[in-house]
């Protein structure tokens, strides 16, 4: 099973400031990795897929980058409603799994 | 516009079954994979168990590997979970995604049902 590492597991920041989030793949997972961004209460949404092609009505302050065992998601400027919990999940091999998420606080 | 429905959640004691459901419309569902994952209350996401639309396809999770069995209905529009022999730690929103025309992302999710496995 590959182990998807995210870290910080808290990000605290101000809105405006930038964002960067870690995702660490145990071994490669080439290009197959997806971000999702998930408020309180709420179903996840797809933000990135295949580490850098930004799902449909994603803005473009989100972006992915990496590829094989390191990956980051980056949020250039934060808006209110950026403040959630982000994961990363591999999907290059059986059985697909996630990070165990980054909560970008205020 | 996509959408995923699902339903079939409640309390139920451990050891015993449900039959999750999830309503699919918007899209040509015969030909998108679906899958389950579930998040367990204040807990991460998990996968759960995937059905590829071209041949059927199964994959599961080791965790429920043997007690839950995934199927869809293409006539019906309709992914299904069936869940036996609930354990405790299979408490959790357990929601319906739809897999990405050429990958293993999750492109689109339903709103989530609850199953609590408690005596």
């Known amino acids: 099973e590959i182990v998807m590492t995210q870290s910080p597991a808290t990000l605290s920041v101000s809105p405006g400031e930038r964002a960067t989030l870690s995702c660490r793949a145990s071994q490669s997972v080439s290009s197959n990795l997806a971000w999702y961004q998930q408020k309180p209460g709420q179903a996840p949404r797809l933000l990135i897929y295949?580490?850098?092609t930004r799902a449909t009505g994603i803005p473009a302050r989100f972006s992915g980058s990496g590829s094989g065992t390191e990956f980051t998601l980056t949020i250039s400027s934060l808006q209110s409603e950026d403040f959630a919990v982000y994961y990363c999940q591999q999907c290059n091999n059986w059985p697909l799994t996630f990070g165990g998420g980054t909560n970008v606080e205020i | 516009e996509v959408q995923l429905v699902e339903s079939g959640g409640g309390l139920v004691k451990p050891g015993g079954s449900l039959r999750l459901s999830c309503a699919a419309a918007g899209f040509p569902f015969s030909s998108y994979s679906m899958n389950w994952v579930r998040q367990a209350p204040g807990k991460g996401l998990e996968w759960v168990s995937s059905i590829r639309s071209s041949d059927n396809y199964i994959h599961y999770a080791d965790s429920v590997e043997g007690r839950f069995t995934i199927s869809r209905d293409n006539a019906r529009n309709s992914l299904y979970l069936q869940i036996n022999s609930l354990k405790a730690e299979d408490t959790a929103v357990y929601y319906c995604?739809?897999?990405?025309?050429?990958?293993?992302?999750?492109?689109?999710w339903g709103q989530g049902t609850l199953v609590t496995v408690s005596s």
């Open positions: 995604a739809r897999a990405g025309s050429d990958g293993w992302r999750f492109e689109f």
């Open positions: 295949d580490a850098s």
